[in-house]
Structure formats: C-alpha cells, structure tokens
Nanobody
Framework: QVQLVESGGGLVQAGGSLRLSCAAS????????MGWFRQAPGKEQEFVTA??????QYTDSVKGRFTISRDNAKNTMYLDMSSLKPEDTAVYYC??????????????????WGQGTQVTVSS
C-alpha cells in the first residue's frame, strides 16, 4: 500500500520559517515527479511546487521563498518555507505521480496524495 505522510506544519509568525516533510512508503518515487499543493480556507487547491530529477518548478507567489528538495535514499520530499506570509496559510498536501518525470501543475496528473498538514502564518 502506497502512502504519503506529511509532517512539519504548525503555527508561525509572519517572516518565519517552516520545513515540511513528505515521507513515502510502499514504493519508491525516485524517477517520478512529486510536488506540493495547498488549499486555503474557501479557496481551491493550488499548485505550489514540484520536483523531478534536477528540475523544479514554483508558482510565482513562492519563488525565492520556498525550496523543494528530495532525498531519494530516504524516499522523502521536503519543502523549506521562509519569509512566510499570512497568505501562505493553508493545508499543504504532498503528491506524487504514478510514473513519469514530467512536472505538471494540474493536480489531476498526480495519483498519490498525503493527508495534508496545516500551516498557519500569523500577522
């Protein structure tokens, strides 16, 4: 059974930092694209960032503040978030494609999802 488990969310003041982790089990994702999405209250889920091999892609609002990485040996993906803003408040979900290294911003391209972790940024 494939599972993605996020951790690291919490409450932080504006300007602060957090690191989210996404631990995968049941299979390896070293050759598949993985990413982070988020959903703020009352809003649709949106693409944040994704990684595949040496390639990364970010949504404009987090460029320069968020960094995605992965440790294939640990089958774990990370999201380092800094200079956090109140508008970053959301439930953050990690996602993985079944196969394929192409990065997509469309959530429908990702078949595996974590349960989400809450990130709250206070002003």
């Amino acid at each position: 059974q494939v599972q993605l488990v996020e951790s690291g969310g919490g409450l932080v003041q504006a300007g602060g930092s957090l690191r989210l982790s996404c631990a995968a089990s049941g299979r390896t994702f070293s050759s598949a694209a993985m990413g982070w999405f988020r959903q703020a209250p009352g809003k649709e889920q949106e693409f944040v960032t994704a990684i595949s091999g040496g390639y990364t892609q970010y949504t404009d609002s987090v460029k320069g503040r968020f960094t995605i990485s992965r440790d294939n040996a640990k089958n774990t993906m990370y999201l380092d978030m800094s200079s956090l803003k109140p508008e970053d408040t959301a439930v953050y979900y990690c996602a993985a494609r079944v196969s394929g290294s192409t990065i997509y911003t469309d959530r429908a391209k990702y078949s595996y999802w974590g349960q989400g972790t809450q990130v709250t940024v206070s002003s």
